[in-house]
């Protein structure tokens, strides 16, 4: 019997997948291909092009000295197709192959295409916790989908931080603990840097060469692209800032982008680390007596509850989940999303950075440039392409979910409970933002007003009918109801003018 031809896509760098693990050295023969459909179906940040294709040629290195025959396809190949089924098409013929053998890709486009393709065998990607059939299970017939039951679950199935059948600590949650305003602290760790290699430092060439227009700076250039790199930076994550992950969690503070966030999503979504082994190590440090439960807690939530249930929820509602839009929201997505060319501070701040790290921690996406669109009405779908574009960890199946559910309220409710809005009250408590902004916080009407609140209220006078019906925002309307007649047409007359304003 002859062999078959296994694709394996770059966020699948796992040796483990299940492709290969059901594939056979000695007979099936491995491709990996650098195409430009898979780098351009949305503008991606520089950084992340470098981190993929250089983590893709340093795992293809890897499955060679592990016995697999590999033929890697780069992107400057005069013969590259352009697109995976070319690529597989031209490897098929070039090894006189009739099969494929594939992992389920991330995201439903290419599922879909895949299925087009003759003769292709595709496996269940098993490296999460929760499989696709079962979340849809759990999730059909409730009546609102609340990620607390879903990680409660999934702590029980892997008795992450149980003793017995009760919670570590006594509770299932400490988030309550998790929202501690940060100082800028000298102190503060640092995530590793890695010196590109002759691999990357090649891919850094072509990357300025074939993307020079893309959004995002190129060097300095310092992700981890191999297995054994991205675990140093988790390990020095582990000792240098998971002790106070959970408290400073939700903090931002100006240049310092990273704080004690783990800045390992990006080695996480494209294989280079394993789930349950991370939730396992941070587990042993609290029970080791080296960090607190509430940063043990918090990060093993962000894991098994959050990034498994809008995995369950993308592809329990594809296809159509990427054209939600239960706001109505049209407003083009601001031009300075693109540049950073804003007054406002704090936003100057997060796209600044993105731009420059293809980074921005989880309350930056959700609570500053998130927070911005859902108030100023911007389209979903527009916001959700720039996310899936500017962040080295973005693949739609845990991105989507997280821009039109969580932070656009797009889905009328399915993911959140309610919308995460909030004016510029919530960023100065959480930040040192406003301190250098133009704007001034403390006002609520006038120039000098902080956008983010008159924003806030014209949010809530659009949508009153409602959020009404919202028992966690219902109050917000009363307030804005008992408001005088004048005030209210002030504050939705200078968000009209700073709304038509933006360019
Ligand atoms: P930490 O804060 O150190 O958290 C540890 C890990 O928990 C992360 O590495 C990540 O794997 C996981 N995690 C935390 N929060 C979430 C979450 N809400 N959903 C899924 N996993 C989570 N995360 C992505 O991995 N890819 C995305 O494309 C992405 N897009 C987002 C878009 C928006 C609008 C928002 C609000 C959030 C998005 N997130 C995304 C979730 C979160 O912001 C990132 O996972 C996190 O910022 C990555 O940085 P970190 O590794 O330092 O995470
Ligand atoms: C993100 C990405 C990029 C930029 N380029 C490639 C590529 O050239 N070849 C490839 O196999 N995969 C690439 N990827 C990752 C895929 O886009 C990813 O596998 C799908 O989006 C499914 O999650
Ligand atoms: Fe952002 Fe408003 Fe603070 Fe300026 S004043 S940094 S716009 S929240």
Not at 25 to 45: F, G, I, K, Q
Not at 270 to 297: I, K, Q, T, Y
Not at 363 to 369: A, D, E, G, P
Request: hydrophobic fraction near 45%; glycine fraction near 8%.
């Amino acid at each position: 019997m002859s062999g078959r031809l296994i694709l394996v896509l770059g966020d699948q760098l796992s040796p483990g997948l299940s492709s290969l693990a059901a594939g056979d050295p000695r007979t099936d023969r491995v491709l990996m291909a650098e195409v430009m459909a898979e780098a351009s179906y949305v503008p991606h940040h520089k950084k992340k092009l470098v981190f993929v294709f250089s983590a893709m040629r340093h795992f293809a290195q890897e499955l060679r000295e592990a016995g697999w025959q590999v033929d890697y396809v780069t992107l400057d190949d005069p013969a590259n197709s352009g697109s995976l089924g070319g690529e597989v098409l031209r490897a098929l013929a070039r090894h006189n192959l009739s099969r494929v053998l594939a992992t389920e890709p991330g995201e439903w486009r290419l599922v879909e295409e895949m299925r087009g393709w003759s003769d292709v065998e595709l496996l269940p990607d098993d490296r999460f916790l929760a499989d696709r059939a079962g979340f849809a299970g759990w999730a059909e017939g409730r009546k609102g989908l609340r990620m607390e039951h879903f990680y409660r679950l999934m702590r029980r199935k892997t008795g992450l931080l149980m003793d017995g059948g009760e919670p570590a600590g006594g509770r299932w949650n400490f988030d309550a603990d998790n929202r501690s305003r940060a100082e800028p602290d000298l102190l503060m760790p640092q995530p590793p840097r890695f010196a590109p290699d002759a691999i990357t430092t090649q891919v850094l060439d072509m990357v300025a060469r074939r993307f020079p227009d893309n959004f995002g700076t190129l060097e300095p250039f310092w992700f981890a692209v191999t297995r054994a790199d991205a675990e140093a930076a988790f390990a020095h994550f582990l000792t240098h800032a998971l002790p106070r992950f959970g408290t400073y969690q939700d903090a931002m503070l100006a240049g310092r982008p990273f704080l004690y966030h783990a800045v390992v999503a990006q080695y996480l979504n494209a294989g280079l680390l394993d789930p349950l082994a991370m939730c396992r190590a941070v587990e042993a440090e609290w029970r080791a007596g080296r960090v607190p439960l509430n940063s043990a807690e918090g990060f093993i939530r962000q894991i098994i509850g959050w990034r498994e249930f809008v995995r369950g929820i993308y592809w329990w509602k594809m296809p159509g989940y990427d054209r939600v839009n239960a706001l109505e929201a049209h407003r083009p997505l601001p031009s300075f999303y693109w540049t950073a060319d804003t007054r406002m501070a704090c936003l100057n701040a997060c796209i600044s950075q993105t731009r420059d790290e293809a980074y921005a921690h989880h309350i930056q996406r959700l609570m500053v440039t998130g927070n911005f669109a859902l108030l100023a009405g911007i389209d979903p779908h527009a916001l959700h392409e720039w996310y899936l574009a500017v962040y080295a960890d973005a693949y739609e199946w845990v991105e989507l979910p997280n821009t039109v559910g969580m932070s656009q309220f797009a889905d009328g409710g399915l993911l959140a409970s309610k919308p995460y809005a909030a004016s510029g009250a919530y960023i100065d408590r959480m930040s040192d933002y406003c301190w250098g902004c133009v704007y001034d916080v403390k006002a609520k009407a006038g120039p000098k007003a902080c956008p983010f609140n008159l924003l806030y209220w014209d949010f809530i006078a659009r949508h009153r009918e409602r959020l009404v019906r919202n028992p966690r925002m219902a109050q917000m309307v009363r307030t804005w109801e008992r408001f005088a007649p004048e005030r209210q047409e002030q504050l939705r007359r200078d968000a009209a003018r700073f709304l038509d304003a933006l360019a």
